[in-house]
């Protein structure tokens, strides 16, 4: 069965500091891979996604991902975040072919003003 | 345009009460159903999913249960609810699988008492 790891629960930064977050899935098969965005008091909603192509994933509010297969990675990157990037992110994994979307555990980002 | 309308928005029931939760999905046909749990630190977990009227897949043995009625309908259920239970739940749909990404709905905060 598939799973998906994000290693940091919660990450605390400063505005305009880069942030990386990490993400792990075991599936030796094709896959199609997505971040989520939960802000405060909302639902959640799809940051960006990779399903073939160019491993390199530009998502909306600067955000961008980068899919290594050999590492079994897709790592979150915003290069400057600012206060309102402050919500809980979700790594997401499917079979290419699937219909079950497994998320990872979630880890919270605090964006100091 | 599609919309997911899911009820109750919260919930606070007894131990050993039953449960219905309903989902329903608007604008489109033949969607992919999902139940998921969402709990502080452990992401979102997958507990139902559907691909069809009356198809319904079960991810973790537990005490709830999901039917699909109709098309765009998706309810979860329990004979006797748990403390166990208590939890946040998320319904979503997506058009196929592979790279659709799921669209959530505000979710049902329940609590078990």
């Known amino acids: 069965a598939q799973s998906v790891s994000q290693h940091n629960h919660h990450v605390i930064l400063s505005e305009a500091a880069s942030l990386e977050l990490g993400c792990n899935y075991s599936?030796?098969?094709?896959?199609?891979l997505f971040w989520y965005v939960q802000y405060p008091g909302q639902h959640l909603q799809l940051l960006l996604k990779?399903?073939?192509?160019?491993?390199l994933v530009k998502g909306i509010k600067g955000f961008e991902a980068e899919f290594i297969k050999s590492k079994f990675s897709f790592n979150l990157r915003k290069p400057s975040v600012q206060w309102s990037d402050t919500a809980e992110y979700f790594c997401?994994?499917?079979?290419?072919?699937?219909?079950?979307?497994?998320f990872g555990g979630g880890t919270r980002v605090l964006v100091k003003p | 345009s599609q919309t997911i309308h899911q009820w109750p928005a919260t919930l606070v029931q007894p131990v050993g009460s039953p449960l219905s939760l309903e989902c329903t999905v608007e604008?489109?046909?033949?969607?992919?159903l999902y139940w998921y749990r969402q709990a502080a630190g452990r992401g979102l977990q997958l507990l139902f999913y559907?691909?069809?009227?009356?198809?319904i897949s079960s991810e973790v043995p537990q005490n709830l249960s999901a039917s699909r009625p109709q098309d765009r309908q998706f309810i979860l259920s329990s004979k006797k609810l748990l403390l166990s239970d208590s939890g946040f739940y998320l319904c979503?749909?997506?058009?196929?699988?592979?790279?659709?990404?799921?669209?959530f709905g505000n979710g049902t905060r329940l609590t078990v008492t």
């Open positions: 559907s691909v069809g009227i009356g198809q």
């Open positions: 599936y030796g098969g094709t896959v199609n």
């Open positions: 604008g489109t046909s033949n969607p992919n």
């Open positions: 979503a749909w997506s058009v196929g699988g592979g790279i659709s990404p799921l669209h």
């Open positions: 990779y399903f073939s192509g160019d491993p």
């Open positions: 997401a994994v499917i079979k290419a072919a699937g219909n079950k979307l497994t």
